[in-house]
């Protein structure tokens, strides 16, 4: 079960940080987010056993993708944040390696979703 919160609305170049708790074992957890009209994108992952972070070009610099496994919470940092980064945010969970080989980026590999929390910029 994966629970976000921390959305909401902020001008542009301010910050927002994003929450989703999640239980259980994951072998990767991403966040992804979706504007009206447009297809759900891959924001930034990140991989259990390593750690290794993965970003979205658009939010690379900006963005920062973290998880406290004592506290089975996935965290997105959000700073300088633009018009264009409005959207419904989701973070997803890969229980079972489906993103292996860098397929952090398709939705299509993850099998859980969070019921997703709006961030929006003016």
């Known amino acids: 079960q994966l629970v976000e919160s921390g959305g909401g609305s902020v001008q542009a170049g301010g910050s927002l940080r994003l929450s989703c708790a999640a239980s259980?074992?994951?072998?990767?957890v991403a966040w992804f987010r979706q504007a009206p009209g447009k297809e759900r994108e891959g924001v930034a992952g990140?991989?259990?056993?390593?750690?290794?972070?993965y970003y979205a070009d658009s939010v690379k610099g900006r963005f920062t993708i973290s998880r406290d496994n004592g506290k089975n919470t996935l965290y997105l940092q959000m700073n300088s944040l633009k018009p264009e980064d409005t959207g419904m945010y989701y973070c997803?969970?890969?229980?079972?390696?489906?993103?292996?080989?860098?397929?952090?980026?398709?939705?299509?590999?993850?099998?859980?979703w969070g019921q997703g929390t709006q961030v929006t910029v003016s």
């Open positions: 997803a969970a890969d229980p079972v390696g489906a993103t292996y080989g860098g397929k952090w980026a398709v939705p299509a590999k993850y099998r859980y």
């Open positions: 259980g074992y994951t072998y990767a």
């Open positions: 990140i991989y259990t056993l390593d750690g290794s972070t």
